[in-house]
C-alpha cells in the first residue's frame, strides 16, 4: 500500500520560515520524481516545486529564491524548506511522487501565513 504522509506545516507570521517533509512508503522511492503542490483556497493545484530522481529541481516563478527543495532517498523523504513566508504563500501544501505510469498523493498539510 502506497503512504504519503506530510508534516511540517503551520501557522508563521510573514518573513518567517517552515520545513515541510514527506515520508513514502510502499514505492521504490528512488525511481520517482517528487513534488510539492499547494490550493489555496478558490484556486486550483499549483505546482510549487519538483526534483527528479537524479536531483534536477524546478521551481514556480512565485517561489523562486525562497523555497528549496531536497530528497533523501535513503529516508525515503522529500522536504520544503520555506523562507520569507508570504501571507500568500497560505495553502495546503501536498506531496506528489509520480513516473511515467503513476502519480499518488499525500494527504495535505495547511501552512498558513498571518501576523
Known amino acids: 500500500q502506497v503512504k504519503l504522509v506530510e508534516s511540517g506545516g503551520g501557522l508563521v507570521q510573514p518573513g518567517g520560515s517552515l520545513r515541510l517533509s514527506c515520508a513514502a512508503s510502499?514505492?521504490?522511492?528512488?525511481?520517482?520524481?517528487t513534488a510539492w503542490y499547494r490550493q489555496a483556497p478558490g484556486k486550483q493545484r499549483e505546482l510549487v516545486a519538483n526534483i527528479t530522481n537524479v536531483g534536477s529541481t524546478n521551481y514556480a516563478d512565485s517561489v523562486k529564491g525562497r523555497f528549496t527543495i531536497s530528497r533523501d532517498n535513503a529516508k525515503r523523504a522529500v522536504y520544503l524548506q520555506m523562507n520569507s513566508l508570504k501571507p500568500e504563500d497560505t495553502a495546503v501544501y501536498y506531496c506528489?511522487?509520480?513516473?511515467?505510469?503513476?502519480?499518488?498523493w499525500g494527504q495535505g498539510t495547511q501552512v498558513t501565513v498571518s501576523s
Open positions: 506528489n511522487c509520480r513516473n511515467r505510469w503513476l502519480s499518488y
Open positions: 510502499g514505492i521504490i522511492f528512488s525511481s520517482y520524481t
